[in-house]
């Protein structure tokens, strides 16, 4: 029997509005809890952007060990050699990282800034060269190239006192939208939940 993928996409959609109806107060609790840690990451981003390289750093320091035994314990299957290049350069950068956590995060910035530039640039030029095709949403898609410019220049302004700062911030930031938005979706599943109280007439 074939499948039908619109089906299963609606199915999936009823599933997980249900699952959110009704576990609502574990969302909203999580979405709590990242608002909290967003604001401290925001207070204090010099440790929120250590901790975050740091963080990153044993994820690649992980996945360098692993990759690296598998690919020893695979000697004669093709791609050997890019495979151990591979895991070779992230145990590299995950030691990097964890032996040096603030070179890293200066590194990261200047990362994540060209990153901002390069996304701002390209976006802006795909939203300009399709406005025809996008009628009513390449003006959003022009925004949102602009602000990634804009982030960008605010970074590159500050520097070099914005090296140190700038990754814990956006981290913060992105910890508290992500909680607000848990917060509300949690709200709205409740006020769906709570059954309705009629008056009697």
């Known amino acids: 029997m074939l499948s039908n993928p619109q089906t299963e996409g609606v199915g999936l959609t009823a599933a997980l509005k249900r699952s959110v109806k009704d576990h609502w107060g574990i969302f909203l609790g999580?979405?709590?809890?990242?608002?909290?840690?967003?604001?401290?990451?925001?207070?204090?981003?010099?440790?929120?952007?250590?901790?975050?390289?740091?963080?990153?750093?044993?994820?690649?320091?992980?996945?360098?060990?692993?990759?690296?035994?598998?690919?020893?314990?695979?000697k004669h299957t093709p791609g050997f050699l890019w495979s151990l290049l591979s895991a070779s350069v992230a145990l590299f950068v995950g030691l990097v990282l964890v032996v040096n956590p603030l070179q890293g995060l200066v590194t990261l910035?200047?990362?994540?800034?060209?990153?901002?530039?390069?996304?701002g640039v390209f976006v802006c030029a795909y939203a300009?060269?399709?406005?025809?095709?996008?009628?009513?949403?390449?003006?959003?898609?022009?925004?949102?190239?602009?602000?990634?410019?804009?982030?960008?220049?605010?970074?590159?302004?500050?520097?070099?006192?914005?090296?140190?700062w700038v990754l814990g911030l956006l981290v913060g930031v992105d910890l508290l939208f992500g909680g607000v938005a848990l917060i509300g979706?949690?709200?709205d599943a409740r006020s769906k939940a709570l059954p309705s109280v009629q008056l009697p007439s």
């Open 30 to 74: 999580e979405g709590i809890v990242l608002v909290v840690l967003g604001l401290l990451a925001m207070a204090t981003p010099l440790f929120a952007g250590i901790a975050t390289t740091v963080f990153l750093g044993w994820l690649l320091l992980v996945a360098g060990g692993v990759g690296l035994a598998a690919t020893l314990r695979a």
């Open 109 to 119: 910035t200047y990362v994540i800034t060209g990153y901002f530039i390069a996304d």
């Open 128 to 164: 300009l060269s399709h406005r025809q095709e996008l009628s009513g949403r390449w003006e959003w898609m022009l925004v949102n190239g602009v602000v990634d410019l804009v982030l960008a220049a605010l970074i590159i302004s500050g520097m070099p006192g914005s090296l140190v």
């Open 185 to 187: 979706m949690a709200l």
